[in-house]
């Protein structure tokens, strides 16, 4: 129990120090310029009878409908500032902006694990070659690609979306923190309750 509250604390002190949050940042801002998840989410038609088609149809629908969810929501709040409820929103200005960072659709897209994000290459302009161990065999990897890598871990790593997780996100710093504590918490003792069963 004591490794877990030194983990704990470990976690909260590598917070403090933000290391690669701001390049994590730019690799969601690139992500979402990049409107890749608009392009690849346009398909949502279930003309092909592919079975391995459905589930990514499915998902992109779900995609779709999150975006026309989110012009259907501007388009309310625009009618409903004109009637004068300006007040309001400027006293939760800053909580609009952080949460309107990235679209719905952008969020779902990334939720969905998807590996395809459409990452400036600003990392590695050219590309990035890996000689692979152990043969005389490289991979190439077109420019962008280590990016997407980059952002796929950042998101989707259960230690690393605790530091590197998207701005405006639901759970926040502290939430993502606290879930990934309480996850091994939870794993540790159903650990030590089966092993006493033994």
């Known amino acids: 129990m004591i490794v877990i509250k030194l983990w704990g604390i470990c976690l909260y002190l590598y917070s403090f120090l933000r290391c690669g949050k701001l390049t994590a940042t730019q690799l969601y801002d690139t992500s979402y310029q990049s409107d890749t998840h608009v392009r690849c989410s346009a398909a949502t038609s279930n003309e092909s009878k592919h079975v391995l088609l459905s589930d990514l149809l499915v998902k992109n629908a779900l995609v779709q409908s999150n975006m026309l969810l989110e012009e259907k929501l501007k388009l309310v709040k625009q009618a409903s ?117 033994l």
């Open 81 to 197: 500032s004109k009637k004068g409820k300006m007040n309001e929103e400027e006293d939760s200005g800053a909580l609009v902006e952080e949460e309107e960072r990235y679209s719905k659709g952008y969020r779902e897209y990334m939720h969905q694990q998807r590996t395809l994000l459409g990452c400036a290459p600003f990392l590695y302009p050219e590309g990035y070659a890996m000689k692979i161990p152990c043969t005389s065999r490289h991979f190439i990897f077109p420019p962008g690609r280590v990016e997407d890598i980059l952002l796929y871990v950042c998101h989707n790593h259960p230690l690393f979306s605790c530091f590197y997780f998207m701005d405006g996100s639901k759970l926040g710093a502290h939430g993502t923190r606290i879930l990934y504590i309480g996850k091994d918490v939870a794993v540790f003792v159903l650990y030590q309750f089966s092993n006493m069963l």
